[in-house]
Each structure stands twice: as C-alpha cells, then as structure tokens.
C-alpha cells in the first residue's frame, strides 16, 4: 500500500521516498506523487533520484493490485534500485500541469453540454468526452465560448471527502452531480468547481479554472446514434 500524497495536494512535484517493492511490472515505494492511471487520466512519467545520484527514468505508473497500490513503471533498460533504497520520486511536471488543465476542462464540458457522459479521456494538450446526446445537433462555437467563460470566471476547484451519511443528508449537494457517486465504501471523493459541477473524481485538477487558460472545441463527432464526441484543446 502505498500513501497517495497527489490526492491531498495535485500541486507536489516530488516527494522522499523508500523503495518497497520491485518487480517485473516496475518499482513500488512507501508514498508517491506519482498519478497511476485511472480514470481518463494517463498516469505520470518522472523520475527516481537515488541519493547517490543514480537515476532510474519512469515511464509511466499504473495501479496494482489493491486501491492504494501505485506501480512505477521503469523506461526500458533502467538499472533498478534496491529495496529499501531511500529516493526522491520526481514527476515530469510540465506534462501533468497540462494533464491538470485539461482534465479540469472535461469537469467543465460536463457543466457547459447537457447529457450523460458515457466515456471519456484526458490527454497532453487535447481532451475528449462522449455525451449521449439523441440526434441534437451541438454548436462548436457555442460550447467553446460557453467553456472560456467559465474559465475565465476563475471558479474555484475544491476535492473534498464525504461519508456517506454526509452524502444522503444532503441532497443539494448532488444537485449538479452528472454521475451518482458510488456509495459503500464508506467516504467518497468529490471534486467540487464552486458553482459549476460536483462530481465523484479521484484525479488530479487545478485550483482554479482560470488557470486552465483558453480551450477551443476542435471537432464534433456522431459516434454512433446517440453518441457525440467531443475533442477539446489547449489553445496555449
Ligand atoms: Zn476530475
């Protein structure tokens, strides 16, 4: 079990760390900022710095076997460090702000078109959604224009936790809810856009969706009779 320091802060570039397991699918560690893939998010890519200076090049991170099983997948040919080695695990941070940007962007396509999502992905720089939308036609330019505002209202991003007595106590806050977050389990993470969207989500965003900087919808598509993709973009 590893602790999932990019759940608490989405903004920790690096962390110390120990070395807890390596194997063929790659190297476990004791805490990690590294995002393991899950959720429309590709996981990070980065790197271990030994304290002796020895590097090990990160690839990609994916879960294991457990919730909280983080594994950091090595780039091909890395020499492996040593169990209980003591390192510093670094993200590319440059990739994961756009990722944060982007999949900040989708919480707010959800808000901006009306319909279910029915799947979806984050990407470097580019990002799309699937609505189930029968037959209407949706307006490019509008969803564009409609996605800047928010942004540029600068709408705060808040994660935040709740049990599930909290959950059915209060029911406005599923109010704008696109997905019904899945209860048992005892708490739930919610990713709140103050005014915006509240959605069960354990990725990683900004703080603020003015941060997140201009968008453009670059192309609508009919994936089948109800299902519209939508790709949206970075413009910066
Ligand atoms: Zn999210």
């Known amino acids: 079990m590893t602790e999932l320091l990019f759940r608490d802060d989405g903004y920790l570039r690096s962390c110390t760390a120990r070395v807890v397991g ?4 790659g190297i476990r ?11 429309g998010q590709p996981g990070d890519a980065g790197v271990l710095r030994a304290n002796d200076g020895a590097t090990v090049a990160i690839a990609d991170t994916i879960k294991g076997d457990g919730p909280d099983d983080v594994i950091h997948v090595p780039a091909a040919g890395s020499a492996l460090p040593a ?3 003591e390192v510093t695990a670094e993200i590319d941070w440059g990739r994961r702000h756009r990722l944060m940007r982007m999949h900040t962007c989708l919480h707010l396509l959800c808000a901006v078109v009306p319909g279910a999502v029915t799947g979806g ?3 470097d720089g580019r990002g799309r959604l699937d ?4 037959g209407a036609s949706l307006d490019k330019d509008a969803i564009t224009a409609g996605l800047n505002k928010l ?3 600068g709408h705060a991003v808040v994660p935040r936790w709740i049990d599930d007595a909290e959950l059915e106590a209060h029911p406005e806050l599923v109010r704008t809810m696109s997905v019904k977050p899945p209860t048992g389990a005892g708490r739930v993470r919610l990713l709140e856009i103050d005014g915006v969207d509240l959605q069960p989500c354990g990725g990683t965003h900004v703080r603020n969706t003015a941060e997140i900087g201009p968008v453009e919808i670059t192309k609508i598509e009919n994936k089948g ?3 519209r993709r939508i790709n949206v973009a970075l413009v910066i």
């Open 22 to 25: 390596v194997d063929e699918r």
């Open 29 to 39: 560690l004791d805490r990690t900022v590294f995002y393991p893939t899950g959720g």
């Open 83 to 85: 169990i209980g080695a």
């Open 121 to 123: 992905s984050v990407g």
């Open 131 to 134: 609505f189930d939308v029968p």
């Open 151 to 153: 942004i540029t209202e």
């Open 225 to 227: 009779r109800q299902n």
